[in-house]
């Protein structure tokens, strides 16, 4: 039995609630997402515009990789979208291996068609910081290699963590997630990017990065685009297991990086 209109009802209010968080510079048109956790809690995703188009981070696939950096993945009963859901997110859901996830409303898809019509009433957001304190480098290294352990690797076996200390506020994790669709893979520093955007975060100052298989691992063109975009101040240090930590800055990763002020003024 699907859950009830007034079931659902919570979490649209929250998800009408998130719009303005949205990075909708191009398109003027925001999404967002709540994933409803068994406990109550939930966690927010918006969508997140990039000038390069194809880069753009849709809501409900924000709101997904956050629970899986969270290590929540396994807790979702629902995901609710500011909108009814289009044809091309229905797969997305349905290739998730949480499931089965089935269509409760036109916004709506919930696991196992909602068992007896019920949903848990919504409590408090998911926190979005680690349970850690980072004092340096090293310890911020430290952090992020045990943040890997939860990325969601089946096709390439390819761990990858981020963490993402703000101004003022908590340690964000990121870590990659894979989809059987590779269109629908997202990596671990837009991970953390979005998961910043969602939760409107203050802007970053560190983000630290390790590749548990490979110790010259850097951010791919596509998070350097991003980083570019949204985090150009930000300090990169990246994990070289053992030798010595390499810093860099989104503006030296990708000079000349694409920004679309074009698009921008024709929008």
Do not use: K
Request: proline letters at 11%.
């Amino acid at each position: 039995m699907p859950p009830s209109d007034s079931a659902l009802d919570p979490p649209r209010r929250r998800a009408r609630d998130l719009l303005p968080r949205a990075h909708v510079p191009f398109s003027d048109a925001p999404t967002a997402a709540v994933l409803l956790l068994d406990d109550g809690r939930w966690v927010p995703g918006v969508r997140l515009e990039s000038a390069s188009y194809s880069l753009t981070i849709p809501a409900l696939l924000n709101a997904y990789t956050t629970a899986v950096a969270l290590g929540h993945e396994s807790s979702i009963v629902a995901f609710v979208l500011s909108r009814p859901f289009r044809r091309e997110e229905a797969p997305y859901v349905e290739g998730l291996p949480q499931g089965p996830f089935e269509p409760a409303a036109d916004d709506a898809w919930v696991r196992g068609a909602g068992g007896n019509g019920a949903l848990p009433a919504m409590q408090a957001v998911l926190p979005p910081g680690l349970d850690v304190s980072i004092d340096g480098t090293e310890d911020g290294l430290q952090a992020v290699r045990r943040v890997s352990r939860r990325a969601h690797v089946p096709s390439s076996g390819y761990p990858v963590g981020a963490i993402l200390e703000t101004q003022e506020g908590p340690f964000v994790p990121g870590v990659n997630v894979e989809h059987p669709d590779w269109a629908r893979i997202l990596c671990a520093e837009r991970n953390v990017l979005g998961t910043m955007h969602s939760y409107a975060l203050p802007s970053p100052r560190r983000l630290y990065l390790t590749c548990d298989e490979d110790p010259e691992g850097s951010p791919c063109g596509a998070c350097r685009q991003l980083l570019a975009e949204l985090a150009p101040e930000a300090t990169l240090w990246m994990d070289r297991h053992d030798a010595a930590p390499e810093r860099s800055s989104a503006s030296a990763l990708l000079p000349g990086s694409f920004r679309g002020r074009a698009l921008l003024d024709a929008s």
